[in-house]
Structures are given as C-alpha cells and as structure tokens.
C-alpha cells in the first residue's frame, strides 16, 4: 500500500482558474515537503514544513500556497494557474528535515 | 548556492555492461550525498546515502564513494540488466539542511 497519497493523479486546469493538490502521508513523519518536475527544472525543490509550520519557501510566486490542515497532511494551493505551470508535483516526507525524503507518485498537472 | 551536476543523458547500455554516471557537487558545508531512483510513472525512491566523507554507499549491486577531494559522488555498477533502465538523480543535502538538491538526472536505457 502506498504510505504518501497524491490526489488526483492527474489534473487538467483551464488558464487562469485554481486547483487544490492533495497529499497524506502514513508513515509517521514529521516533515513534508513539495517538490516540482517539469522538462526545464527536474525535481525543484518547493517547500518544507515540520510540525506543520513553513520551514523554507523556494517559489517566488505567491500563487503557490501550502495548507496543512492536519500533521499528516500538505495540500498545495494554485491560484490564477498558467501553462507554464504544467509540470508533475510530488509531496514528500521524512522523519525530520535533514532526513532521507520518501516521495509520493505525483499529481500531474496540464494547464490549457 | 548548492548545485549538483550530472552526466547528461540519456546513457544506453547492453545488459551485462558496465554503468557509469558522474556526479559533481557544489555546496559551502558538509552534504549528505544520495543516488535516488525514478521510475516511470513513480516518485524517486533512495537507492543509497552516504554521509560522511570517503565512505561508500551500496544497494542493489550499484555504488558510489563520497569523495570529498574532488567533490564527486559517481555512480557505478559492474553489469547492468534490462530492469535498471531508469532515471537516476544525484541529490545533496547540507548538513543541518531542509531541503534535498537534485541535479538533473540520467536517464539510462539497457537493452537486453
């Protein structure tokens, strides 16, 4: 059974509009993280969050917006999306940062 | 600020031949240095981590020695099979560090 669940697995967005990334993850960690791939920047590093607070933020743009609603969870919201942000986003987790990192499957994401 | 550089791939192999993929890094402070794989359709999985300076690291018949002379981290295994075809990342992360850096993968292709 998969221990980080990314829903959904793939998602079609009309330019301009905002959609909502799932992630949970079950295996006890404290940290989760957001990471982006598309074919210009392989796995770029977004996000991290331990106890549910923002530990580092690499996204310029606003429009990206984490939620933590629980310690196991880290939603990642898009707003005003673009089609430059089509690209796979994968939640990840670890027992604490500065840990090895356990990634989900990905959500990925066409903007049209 | 940190940086890891790879082959650039993609490298295709026979079965039964050796692999090779180099990796170089930069960072201010001492990195935890990792080889993560990715297959299609799935979020990376660690292969191995090494922490500490010139010490190797080894799973799955693949290995890489820490080498903190030349910066480099390469991985390498004697004779590869069909089933390691894959994209394979060389990542670092500082120590004290939260966020894991990647480089841009090697996509390796073996043909049997």
């Known amino acids: 059974d998969p221990k980080i669940i990314q829903k959904p697995k793939y998602l079609v967005a009309v330019t301009g509009s905002e959609k909502i990334l799932i992630c949970e993850q079950y295996l006890g960690h404290n940290a989760m993280y957001w990471y982006r791939q598309s074919a210009k920047k392989p796995l770029e590093f977004m996000f991290s969050?331990?106890?549910?607070?923002?530990?580092d933020n690499q996204t310029a743009s606003s429009r990206f917006q984490p939620q933590s609603s629980k310690k196991n969870h880290l939603d990642l919201q898009i707003t005003a999306l673009k089609p430059d942000d089509s690209a796979t986003y994968f939640c990840?987790?670890?027992?604490?940062?500065?840990?090895?990192?356990?990634f989900g499957s990905g959500t990925r994401l066409t903007v049209l | 600020g940190d940086s890891v550089t790879q082959t650039e791939g993609p490298v295709t192999l026979s079965e039964g031949t050796s692999l090779t993929v180099n990796c170089s890094y930069e960072?201010?402070?001492?990195?935890?240095l990792f080889w993560y794989v990715q297959y299609p359709g799935e979020g990376p999985q660690l292969l191995f981590k090494v922490p500490k300076a010139n010490e190797k690291g080894s799973n799955r018949g693949f290995e890489a020695t820490y080498n903190k002379e030349a910066t480099s981290f390469h991985l390498q295994k004697a004779s590869v099979q069909e089933s390691d075809s894959a994209v394979y990342y060389c990542a670092l992360m500082r120590q004290g560090g939260r966020a894991l850096i990647f480089g841009t993968g090697t996509t390796v292709s073996v043909s049997p």
């Open positions: 960072t201010k402070q001492y990195p935890t």
């Open positions: 969050y331990s106890y549910q607070k923002l530990m």
């Open positions: 990840a987790s670890s027992q604490d940062t500065a840990e090895t990192l356990y």
